[in-house]
């Protein structure tokens, strides 16, 4: 009798598996700060050049701003160093087209040059991030 060379299961493979969606969790992961801040703080932080990005999500009315380092140092009470790549600030916004309509303004008053992207968030994705790795590891 001869044994099929198929696919044998392995206590190891799940292992490996779990392993490499680890080790890529921690390099995909960006430990940056991030804070919710007031219309009011996020409109001084703009009009002063602190902003460097900005993602509008508006299905969620709210929008996530990328500081540039200096202002980001002193918004978080934090080294440089401390504060990661890219820290955000969160604001929420009453809807995306009065927002667009501030950031216009922005830009002819104060020179705001921000890149402003418009997005729909996904509750979807932030559900399998959030609980990804813990069904990864039931599986």
């Given amino acids: 009798m001869s044994k099929k060379g198929g696919f044998k299961f392995s206590l ?3 292992y490996s598996i779990i392993a490499v969606a680890l080790i890529s969790l921690y390099y995909m992961n960006d430990d940056s700060l991030q804070k919710e801040v007031s219309w009011t703080k996020f409109s001084e932080i703009a009009t002063n ?19 540039v380092d ?8 934090k080294d440089v160093e401390k504060i990661g790549k ?7 916004i009453p809807s995306a087209d009065q927002f667009d309509k ?7 008053d104060n020179n705001f040059s921000a890149p402003i992207r418009y997005e729909k968030s996904s509750d979807f994705s932030d559900i399998i991030w959030g609980f990804g790795p813990i069904l ?3 599986v």
Wanted: aromatic fraction near 10%; proline fraction near 2%.
């Fill in 12 to 14: 190891y493979w799940v």
């Fill in 49 to 67: 050049g602190g902003v460097k990005e900005v993602t509008v999500y508006t299905n969620k009315d709210m929008l996530e701003a990328v500081l």
């Fill in 70 to 77: 200096s202002i980001a140092a002193k918004v978080f009470d």
């Fill in 86 to 92: 890219s820290p955000k600030v969160i604001v929420n």
């Fill in 102 to 108: 501030v950031a216009a303004e922005w830009q002819k």
């Fill in 136 to 138: 990864l590891l039931v």
